[in-house]
């Protein structure tokens, strides 16, 4: 049962620009969204899935992962329910499949055990 929706993603040549959003479809966990951790994780083609950024509920803190320190920033507007992911200088190691997920504790990673909320994923392919 799919809960989180994302959109945005695409095929960009290298140095290209895509934004990311993430949205629920439906009420997580009898919470609002605004009270969940959100993050992004992606996974290449033979790949482990790794995090990518996250972001506290009032989004006043943000983790990135060191790739992709400087040049993907992670936003949220709880107003409109929506989590963002800037993602700029793009290059072929970006390539994956973008995924964001959400849960009520934690961060920048949920803790062990917790439930955790998961799209189907965007994929982002960087290619001349």
């Known amino acids: 049962q799919v809960q989180l929706v994302e959109s945005g993603g695409g095929l960009v040549r290298p140095g290209g620009s895509l934004r990311l959003s993430c949205a629920p479809s439906?009420?997580?966990?009898?919470?609002?969204?605004?009270?969940?951790?959100v993050g992004w994780f992606r996974q290449a083609p033979g790949k482990e899935r790794e995090f990518v950024a996250a972001?506290?509920?009032?989004?006043?803190?943000?983790k990135v992962a060191d790739s992709v320190k400087g040049r993907f920033t992670i936003s949220r507007d709880n107003a409109q329910n929506t989590v963002y992911l800037e993602m700029n200088n793009l290059n072929p190691e970006d390539t994956a499949v973008h995924y964001c997920?959400?849960?009520?504790?934690?961060?920048?990673?949920?803790?062990?055990?917790?439930?955790?909320?998961w799209g189907k994923g965007t994929l982002v392919t960087v290619s001349s």
């Open positions: 997920a959400a849960w009520s504790s934690g961060f920048p990673l949920p803790r062990e055990n917790d439930l955790v909320s």
């Open positions: 972001i506290s509920t009032t989004g006043r803190i943000t």
């Open positions: 439906q009420r997580l966990f009898a919470s609002p969204f605004s009270n969940l951790y």
